[in-house]
């Protein structure tokens, strides 16, 4: 009971002075409970996620419904982190190997391994289309690197503090849609929300999040490891889609973005995906 307890404590510490991002579920799809999701990508209607543990990373592409297409199963050394798609080939991090892993997307056909310097852990990974096609990295502190996508050569780093200039740590999964930065927090059911900064900029104060306490399946049990883990955007249907680890779901909203983000974005978020709501 008492551990049940702090978990629940763990798992909703606020975040302080964020203004909340109101979402609705319109859709819910099955997914594989063997993935523990760690990248989540939508590409052309297809899923992409890279699923983790060592002696148990694989590669999974589905449609839509949820309906399995293609597994790769991965080397029993890696542990499959975060992922990306950069012009049809989809980039993976291995947690610790300081390795980011390139894969053709049409059959995973492994491509080539790159070195990432300077780094300890690698977690969530993103493409920042609007800055010269960087990368986007997080390493669950409050920071943030900016990768050269050719050389992996860190550019930038960025770190994250909420209004009260408290470090926002933990930061996992990464999504970008246009130049709004989405990220979940590690053992939260929160995604913080910001605008991608200039190139000059080496801190920001975070104002937006997405808390999604009360419609989050982990509530059902109190896990350190099934928590929420995966952000992906839908362009063709304009949803964010929603997924953890093991959770044998994802979820597609639409979102209510404030006044003060809607210049970052083109899309409106209103997620027009055919199929009846949760």
């Keep these: 009971m008492l ?27 099955p997914l594989p409970t063997s993935c523990f999701t760690q990248g989540f990508s939508i590409v052309n209607q297809q899923i992409f996620l890279s699923c983790g543990l060592y002696r148990q ?6 449609n839509l419904q949820g309906e399995g297409l293609l597994k790769k199963n ?5 542990f499959a982190e975060g992922m990306t798609i950069v ?7 291995d947690w610790k190997s300081q390795k980011l892993s390139i894969y053709n997307i049409d059959d995973f056909s492994f491509i080539e391994d790159k070195n990432i310097a300077d780094i300890n852990e690698a977690w969530g990974l993103a493409l920042l289309t609007t800055q010269d096609q960087q990368l986007i990295l997080s390493d669950g502190t409050n920071q943030l690197r900016f990768l050269n996508i ?16 408290k470090a926002i740590t933990d930061i996992n999964e990464l999504e970008v849609v246009d130049r709004l930065i989405f990220a979940n927090l590690w053992q939260h059911r929160k995604v913080i929300v910001f605008p991608q900064p200039s190139s000059e900029t080496n801190e920001i104060a975070v104002g937006h999040v997405i808390d999604f306490s009360d419609d989050i399946p982990l509530f059902k049990r109190f896990s350190k490891r099934e928590v929420l883990n995966g952000i992906a955007y839908d362009a063709e249907n304009d949803c964010l889609w929603l997924t953890g680890k093991k959770w044998g779901k994802a979820f ?9 983000l809607k210049p970052y974005s083109r899309h409106n978020f209103s997620c027009k995906i055919p199929g009846s709501a949760q």
Excluded: C, M, W
Aim: aromatic share 6%; proline share 4%.
């Design 3 to 29: 551990l049940s307890l702090l978990l629940l404590l763990l798992f909703t510490l606020p975040v302080h002075g964020l203004q909340a991002i109101t979402y609705q579920i319109k859709k819910t799809i």
């Design 57 to 62: 990373s694989h590669l999974l592409k589905l």
């Design 74 to 78: 991965l080397p029993a050394k890696k």
């Design 87 to 93: 012009d049809q080939k989809l980039y993976l991090l």
């Design 150 to 165: 050719n050389n992996l050569n860190t550019v930038n780093r960025l770190k994250l503090f909420d209004e009260q200039h």
């Design 252 to 260: 597609a909203l639409a979102l209510t973005l404030p006044e003060s």
